[in-house]
């Protein structure tokens, strides 16, 4: 790296840039460090070893060499104590390291000679574990060097390299027993004329054998170093993927409605549902929207496929579903244009099966269709959960133009529906067995009652104590919902007369569900007509306002309560005295009778002024 | 919505309402009412296939009634339970003859 800008920079910058680590190869240099320590501690105990053996006389010389021994001991061990205190993590060890070695190793040359030729090789080779061509021909420029010395030094002063030996023509020799350099040197030969042949035939022979090693460790740094990087490069890339395929499986999760609404709010229903992908994106989903202001479409689908590509597919199906939807009143006419827009440009021949349902949150009525999906699992009220077998179309994406069967269902209040997808029934232990629906159906009937988000994290629980370490293959989604029957249809009119059939409707569609008798409704409806006829009346007069009419039943469906708010004068109709209904029919006056009317039909009767609004709440029980 | 179906034999005039008297309807049976009165001595009200009665259908009873008693008077017949209830709440059923 440093090396192509290097040329630009001063020598000091290139000095200094020697002593810097490329961040790439931080955690090399520290291993290599560390491989560093162990050749000069292995140095150190070699050089105990051999200092033993000389003292118990093994090893014999004509020399006492326990002092540079014990030099080299000190030497080695200080190094490796330096490397230790620094853990082996600074950037200028390795310089340490290799003047070290070429300076220690150089003196024991000085002083073994031919004996220990091998050592020059040393820190060249250690110094190619870097990686770093740079600091190979540092050690080598420098080892040369210091072995130059040591093996002009040693031919003088080191052990006697008799074999550059040449001695004057009829040179007699006497042992007095001993080493042979010994009896060579008491012929009165002069070591100091061996400076130019150890040059000559020690150091030029083994400098050109080290140079070969050099140019090898130079190759290896070389190559190393291109292997590095290169890994470098593949890990900064699989980082990059990674990272992507983090925020894909983000992005997918945040497609996925993750704020379940409970029925505090009066939506007729309880929702919960959990995506678990098997890999880090996944081709399942569910989705659940309000299509009006009263029908909740549920979506759960399963893409072929895993990974990114399902994932992309799935966002597709999704989208059209969640259109068609808004297009086509019915669950199958949703399915059947959901497919062909699918088909129309599926070269890739991707599908998805999918169950649509559309629950009406005020009657319960439940219309859905089956694109080829697991059956749903239903329970009734006070029943236990068991398997719809609805009628299954194609699979979204499989064929143009295929039909689908819709049905329909009443659900009746704390009915549940559970969806799911294969990665439930097919969840597997370790040994290879499978959840199975009649597993799932166990679970579920174990406490049917519980809201769909005890519903859920149950299963999700049971399938974890089944599969326990087993590796999850397939995406596992659930969604379930509780219809509550406390569904609730708000409508906002004009305050006039004509508009009394569109409430009287409204209140209609809340009772339909309901065991309302005809009678309790006409009953509510002569209340609704009096009330709104009031407001409609002196509520804004002269001038023109809107009311705001909601219907709902409590959780169980035994009452009906209307509410009517508007922003007219403040007027509060409990305060007018009850008409006398016991005058005769000429004393009589038509004033006052339709509150006295609706205080008598209904159950209960409230107002309250709140907000600048009139608030007048009717409730009848129905049961 | 409310269908008025009038008939006038002898003088007598026989309404039949099918639907809900309510406040948007009862107006229009007030008109049709009054078209009727002068020709009328005695009137008869079928309220079978009334759903229901609001207080201003029963304004108009009642002014019907008024109308009626200095001739030959009103009746209303075909009741059903919850309009009876509806009489009897606000004292109807002792005012109107009811069959």
Known sequence: MTETDSGKKSIWKRFRNVFTANETFHENEVQANKLGTLVMALSGVVLVIVLILFSVGIFKTSKDLTGPLIQGIIETGAVTVICMIFKYDRKWLKWLLVIVMAVVYAGLDGVFTHKAAILMAIPVIFSARYFSRKLTVFTTVITSGTFFISTLWGSVNGLFD???????????????????????????????????????????????????????????????R??????????????????????????????????????????????????????????????????????????????????????????????????????????????????????????????????????????????????????????????????????????????????????????????????YTDGLAEAQSEAGVFFG????????????????????????????????????????????????????????????????????????????????????????????????????????????????????????????????????????????????????ADERTPGGLGVYMVRKLMDDVSYEYKDGQNILKIKKIIK | MLDIEKELSDKELVVKLEGRLDTATAPGFEEALEEEFDKAEGLTIDMENVDYISSAGLRVLLAAHKKMSPKEGMKVINVNETIMEIFDIIGFSDILTIE
């Not at chain 1, 009829?170 to 130019?196: E, H």
Request: proline share 3%; charged share 25%.
């Open chain 1, 162 to 224: 008799l074999n550059i030996v040449t001695l004057p023509e009829g040179t007699r020799m006497i042992s007095k027993g001993g080493f042979l350099d010994q009896a060579v040197l008491d012929t009165g030969f002069d070591r100091k004329s061996l400076v130019w042949d150890a040059f000559v035939y020690n150091y030029i022979p083994k400098w050109m054998l080290f140079f070969i090693i050099s140019l090898i460790s130079m190759d290896i740094a070389n190559k190393g």
């Open chain 1, 437 to 584: 629906t009649d597993r799932v159906l166990d679970v579920l009937n174990k406490e049917p009652c519980a809201s769909p988000e005890k519903i859920i994290s149950g299963m999700a629980r049971a399938v974890k104590d089944f599969t326990g370490d087993a590796r999850q293959f397939d995406d596992l989604t659930m969604m379930c919902v509780r219809f509550t029957g406390r569904g609730k249809r708000t409508l906002r009119v004009a305050a006039d007369i004509e508009n009394i059939e569109k409430v009287t409707e409204l209140v209609g569609e809340v009772l339909k569900g309901t065991d309302c008798s005809c009678q309790v409704r006409d009953k509510i409806n002569v209340a609704v007509d009096e009330i709104f006829s009031n407001i409609a009346k002196y509520a804004y007069a002269p001038g023109k306002g809107d009311v705001t009419v909601s219907a709902e039943t409590d959780k169980d469906r035994e009452s009906i309560t209307v509410t009517f708010k508007d922003n007219g004068k403040k007027y509060d109709p409990l305060e007018v005295n009850d008409p006398d209904v016991s005058l005769s």
């Open chain 1, 226 to 419: 291109r292997m590095v990087l290169e890994q470098h490069e593949r890990d900064v890339e699989k980082s990059l993927i990674e990272s992507e395929l983090d925020l894909a499986r983000r992005i997918q999760s945040d497609m996925l409605v993750t704020a379940f609404p409970d029925d505090t709010a009066g939506n007729g229903f309880d929702i919960y549902a959990s995506m678990t992908p098997a890999r880090e994106v996944g081709g399942d989903f569910y989705d659940f929207f309000m299509i009006d202001d009263t029908r909740l479409g549920l979506v759960i689908a399963d893409v072929s496929g895993k990974g990114i590509p399902a994932a992309l597919f799935m966002t597709r199906a999704m989208t059209l579903i969640k259109a068609s939807a808004g297009q086509w009143q019915r669950p199958e006419e949703v399915l059947a244009d959901v497919n062909n827009k699918i088909c129309e440009n599926n070269d890739e021949e991707m599908f998805v099966t999918a169950w649509f349902g559309i629950l009406d949150t005020v009657t319960g009525n439940l219309a859905a269709a089956n694109g080829g999906h697991e059956y749903p699992l239903f329970r009734n009220a006070q029943e236990d959960f068991s398997m719809i077998k609805d009628k299954h179309g194609f699979v979204l994406g499989g064929l143009p133009g295929t039909t689908y069967t819709g049905y329909e269902m009443d659900m009746e209040p704390g009915s549940c529906i559970f969806l």
